[in-house]
């Protein structure tokens, strides 16, 4: 394995990339392969993690795609490795928690990388803050692929539980739905700083990670209730003004499986 975890691009990053800014694009591009593996491409990712092969790992590469594959050989590594032998608790685990587990051990290995780069590059208390500013701004990959990152904000100081109720997106033909931001009360400001916060994360595609932009086409999963891209699933509004219920490719999976 010449190219697990990213290698060449690591070498790269080293050469070009000396800023936060530059390690944060490298992680999110990092977090997005490891998404799509455990959401869109979860059937192969789970075919992929047969517990009869060796030792494996699961890698996001800087090119927003991931592998499944042996661990690297260098020792030390040039980068910091994932977890180790993934495929071996496959069988033993429900399908979700072990999933889930995956997904913590990863959200673990994408901050020991993008420090690791922070390290190297000799960053300095500024430069660490604001590099893990921005990554906690996204929401996790454990959150994502447990739904946590799909909460709804919860309601300002004064609010009551039908305000909240009538914060959520429409589902009303969720395939032509978009999520809509609720908006804030002007007289409080910090709790609306909060709350903006908590509504990204609530809007947060469940195959990228991205959160909602105005304009963009998202679709909402009837069985998971977790809201997409429709890039990210291939669905465009056209295809779904066809769909009665739309069933996201995780979901999809797992009940062929069943």
Not at 63 to 77: G, K, S
Request: proline residues 7%.
């Amino acid at each position: 394995m010449d190219d697990a975890g990213g290698g060449v691009a690591a070498a790269a990053l080293n050469h070009h990339a000396r800023s936060p800014e530059d390690v944060f694009r490298d992680f999110r591009a990092r977090r997005a392969g490891i998404v799509k593996a455990l959401t869109t491409d979860v059937e192969k990712f789970y075919q992929l993690c047969d517990p009869e092969k060796e030792n494996l790992c699961l890698y996001g590469l800087p090119n927003e795609t991931w592998e499944v594959t042996l661990p690297a050989e260098e020792v030390p590594p040039e980068l910091p490795e994932p977890a180790l032998g993934i495929n071996f608790a496959r069988d033993g685990m429900a399908e979700k928690d072990w999933l889930s587990l995956v997904a913590v051990h990863s959200d673990a290995w994408l901050l020991s990388v993008a420090f690791y780069f922070g390290a190297r590059f000799g960053f300095d208390k500024e430069a660490r803050r604001r590099l893990f500013t921005m990554i906690n701004g996204l929401p996790t990959v454990y959150e994502i692929v447990t739904g946590v990152a799909k909460k709804q904000p919860k309601p300002s100081n004064g609010s009551s539980k039908s305000g909240k109720s009538n914060s959520k997106p429409s589902r009303h033909s969720n395939s032509n739905s978009k999520p809509v931001k609720p908006a804030q009360p002007k007289d409080e400001e910090e709790d609306g700083q909060e709350d903006a916060q908590e509504e990204e994360q609530a809007y947060s595609c469940a195959s990228c990670g991205e959160t909602y932009v105005n304009g963009e086409f998202w679709i909402c999963c009837d069985i998971c209730e977790k809201w997409f891209h429709g890039k990210c699933v291939r669905i465009t509004p056209a295809k779904a003004e066809h769909i009665k219920h739309y069933k996201c490719p995780a979901c999809s999976s797992k009940r062929s499986r069943e």
